[in-house]
T-cell receptor
Framework: DGGITQSPKYLFRKEGQNVTLSCEQNLNHDAMYWYRQDPGQGLRLIYY???????QKGDIAEGYSVSREKKESFPLTVTSAQKNPTAFYLC????????????FGPGTRLLVL | GQNIDQPTEMTATEGAIVQINCTYQ??????LFWYQQHAGEAPTFLSY????GLEEKGRFSSFLSRSKGYSYLLLKELQMKDSASYLC????????????FGKGTRLSVIA
């Protein structure tokens, strides 16, 4: 059963703490993306990766970091430098090679304590 | 620059037809997507248009005019479960480039 999984569904962060959001796909997609969604803001691109061991900053990369060591995995770390991390985080993937349709995981809601 | 505009909110009656418009100005064009997003959930893919014209898929249809930078999503025989946000997104070019998303149109279907 192919798809994109994100964990956890809810995550709580304390002040000054780094937290890592997991994103895994078994669709054999080349490209993966991280978005942040705030009420009334739409989707904003944080980071994306077109291929393993390579990634690029999106529109709001400050305070975030990523890695792409495996094709299936694209974890996002929200660092303590991100001062307003409370949001809904969505991971997506696309086949690439001209097939740009993005498919989304179920999302992780991050809350600051 | 990249810009996608769509109305913020719309309301329609159950059983009716509603048209959600989207206009775009992007550096290039490799297709336009519509996604549906229910509150608290992930967006799900609805349609993809790369050539001018109407694509019909059940109760949902999507239209594209590349010369006008314009698309619409048409929802027929509205049901309460169609209450959701509808996101318009453009692929500016091929090659694993991220989509550019509009802010979404929140549709409320009322009895």
């Amino acid at each position: 059963d192919g798809g994109i999984t994100q964990s956890p569904k809810y995550l709580f962060r304390k002040e000054g703490q780094n937290v890592t959001l997991s994103c895994e796909q078994n669709l054999n997609h080349d490209a993966m993306y991280w978005y942040r969604q705030d009420p009334g803001q739409g989707l904003r691109l944080i980071y994306y990766s077109q291929i393993v061991n390579d990634f690029q900053k999106g529109d709001i990369a400050e305070g975030y970091s990523v890695s792409r060591e495996k094709k299936e995995s694209f974890p996002l770390t929200v660092t303590s430098a991100q001062k307003n991390p409370t949001a809904f985080y969505l991971c997506a993937s696309s086949m690439g090679r001209g097939q740009e349709t993005q498919y989304f995981g179920p999302g992780t809601r991050l809350l600051v304590l | 620059g990249q810009n996608i505009d769509q109305p913020t909110e719309m309301t329609a009656t159950e059983g009716a037809i509603v048209q959600i418009n989207c206009t775009y100005q992007t550096s290039g064009f490799n297709g336009l997507f519509w996604y549906q997003q229910h509150a608290g959930e992930a967006p799900t893919f609805l349609s993809y248009n790369v050539l001018d014209g109407l694509e019909e898929k059940g109760r949902f249809s999507s239209f594209l005019s590349r010369s006008k930078g314009y698309s619409y999503l048409l929802l027929k025989e509205l049901q309460m479960k169609d209450s959701a946000s509808y996101l318009c997104a453009v692929s500016p070019n091929s090659g694993n480039t991220p989509l550019v998303f509009g802010k979404g149109t929140r549709l409320s279907v009322i009895a």
